[in-house]
């Protein structure tokens, strides 16, 4: 019904990983249980609802937490390997010794890496914690745009704040 493999739903179920954000409502409309039930892998009695919830959502945001470290990890990682190949490309097309167009393609064949991981690591750099205006100490998540386009040392970039309009140097920080 949700279009999923069964070995997929098995990993589920052995609890190796949980379903896709995206199929939970869905998977829960099936079951008829709730988000909260799915969580706790039970069906939970109304009067522990309260409290099962708290610590759902106390483990969801520990689970972000340990994601976006990862990606901001991740981040560099991707960072240096294409500006390895990039370079690579380069110095073999200006000290090897071949035909003109072999150097046009090896410059391209190191750009082309290049441009999609610095593209995928500002989408990481956007969405892995938030950044914190200086000003009013507002937590968010700023758009793709602002983030390519702000001006950074490191990882602290000056941007408006979407709560005080204020342009301040935010920094990025993990928890909200
Ligand atoms: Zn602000």
Known sequence: MLGVTDRAISKWENGVCLPDASNMPNLCKILDITINDLFSG?????K???????????????????????????EIFIGVIVAIILLACIFA???I??????RI????????PFAIGISYAIR???????????NCHYKYV?????????????????????KCNKKTW???VILK
């Open 97 to 102: 010794s071949m035909p003109n167009w072999l």
């Open 48 to 74: 522990d609802n309260e409290k099962k919830l708290e610590k759902n959502l106390l483990e969801m945001t520990r689970i972000k937490e340990q994601r976006d470290k990862e990606l901001l990890v991740m």
């Open 105 to 112: 393609t090896l410059i391209i064949i190191g750009i082309i």
């Open 93 to 95: 097309a200006s000290f």
């Open 170 to 172: 935010q920094k990025k």
């Open 42 to 46: 039970e069906v939970v009695d109304m």
């Open 124 to 134: 990481i750099e956007q969405i892995a914690g938030y950044y914190e205006c200086k």
């Open 142 to 162: 700023p758009t793709y745009k602002s983030v390519l386009f702000a001006m950074h040392i490191n990882r602290t970039r000056k941007m408006k704040c979407p």
